[in-house]
Nanobody, 115 residues
Framework: QVQLVESGGGLVQAGGSLRLSCVAS????????MGWYRQAPGKQRELVAG???????NYADSVKGRFTISRDNAKNTVYLQMNSLKSEDTAVYYC?????????WGQGTQVTVSS
């Protein structure tokens, strides 16, 4: 089973930036489309960004133009650069396979944006 380890979260003021990282323990990482998800308190987990194996990307409307997803297949790592952060971006952020997540999730990384 694939293990996912997210990092890079923290407390930041509105308008600030953070870069999240996620390492996946699979030798075939490069063939999978990957995604970043988030779950705010009292809300369902939502997909915010995805990146295909070939590098094409897509974003939720709420983060389009502010977040950038990227990947480094040599490091089995997917990144999420988050700029112009808003209070509504506060959530625990997770990575997983895009659209059809693997059954196990990592611990996530907390992002808190203060206004």
């Amino acid at each position: 089973q694939v293990q996912l380890v997210e990092s890079g979260g923290g407390l930041v003021q509105a308008g600030g930036s953070l870069r999240l990282s996620c390492v996946a323990s699979t030798s075939v990482f490069s063939i999978f489309a990957m995604g970043w998800y988030r779950q705010a308190p009292g809300k369902q987990r939502e997909l915010v960004a995805g990146i295909a194996s070939g590098g094409s990307t897509n974003y939720a409307d709420s983060v389009k133009g502010r977040f950038t997803i990227s990947r480094d297949n040599a490091k089995n790592t997917v990144y999420l650069q988050m700029n112009s952060l808003k209070s509504e971006d506060t959530a625990v952020y997770y990575c997983n396979r895009f659209s059809v997540p693997w059954g196990s999730w990592g611990q996530g990384t907390q992002v808190t944006v203060s206004s």
